[in-house]
């Protein structure tokens, strides 16, 4: 490829940075247009249209092109909480382009668990947010919404990023527990595999011996990995401070999102928004289904959580008052703090 064709990919936002591959250090980029990359709910190759065509670009010639960043900010959470919902209703034209769990970051989080150095990773890391951040049009931001694995890094993703913000989403403990049982055994499957990565991240520590956790049942392993990311949130704040990093508890987004969304612009220096505001929640952003895009609102969502309860509530008081005790004797807060909503 010439280099003036490479200075087109790496350009041009609409070839996604899609893939990483480090045995070559290489990224694979994919063409996608914008509203093909927002319809998608994930970035992922089941979500993008079929067969798009791929370039494979190395490292070193992608940075040598400088592409244009635009400001860059991210939404961590703890998955089951939302985060879906809230980069659609933040993903518009003038405003900000929400990039939603880009495999990239993934491949990046793989590679170190499978052993990758470090400073070899954090020099990979820092190349794909520059090509992350690549803005489709003038005076937008990007906001990136990783999968819940990429928290392991996000502290590095922050300080690679002084001017960058971030909010940590979260749903409550018992919520959380009560997601995984209605989904039955993809989610008792889903949480366990979670599990293990964190302790590949070595999150994990809440006072058991390794050979304890084998003991617990799926929804304890749901609880202990709530915990750990909560701890690593918990970190994230106090290490960055409440002018770059909020949390937010999903219930109350839900239950305050014009408040919500608000003290948002405010957190990633988005100023004289009110209309766009108005707009987001005129269009009935918090009152569809952020996957299926059908309409759900808080009480179908009240509906589906009391069906979980009702089907597992034994299960579930159980498990969350274990947690709560388990938190207690390791000194963690359930309560994260630099709340975005008073």
Partial sequence: MTSDGLGSIVGDPQWLAHRYDPQRDAFHFVDVPRAAQSRATFLTDKELPPEPTLRAIGRGDALARRPDTAPLHYIFHSAFCCSTLLARALDRPGLAMALKEPVVL????????????????A?????????????????ESIVVKPSNIVA???NAMLSMRPASRALLLYTPLRAYIGSIAKKGLWGRLWVRDLFVGLQQDRLIDLGFAPEDY???????????????QHVLFARMLDRHGPARVRSLDSEAML???????????ALFGWSDRDHLVAEILAGGAFARHAKSDLPFGLADRAIEQR?????????IAKVVAWAETVAARAGVSLELAHALLP
């Fill in 106 to 121: 993934n491949d990046l989080v793989g590679w170190r668990r499978r052993g990758g150095k470090d400073a070899d990773v």
């Fill in 152 to 154: 392991c890094v996000g």
């Fill in 307 to 315: 069906e979980a309860e009702q089907a597992h509530a034994d299960e």
């Fill in 123 to 139: 020099a990979v890391l820092d190349a794909t947010l520059t090509l992350l951040a690549r803005p489709f049009a003038p005076g």
């Fill in 214 to 228: 084998i003991k617990l049942t799926d929804l304890q392993i749901a609880a202990v990995g709530w915990l750990a």
């Fill in 255 to 265: 239950a305050r999102p014009e408040a919500a969304l608000h003290a948002l612009f």
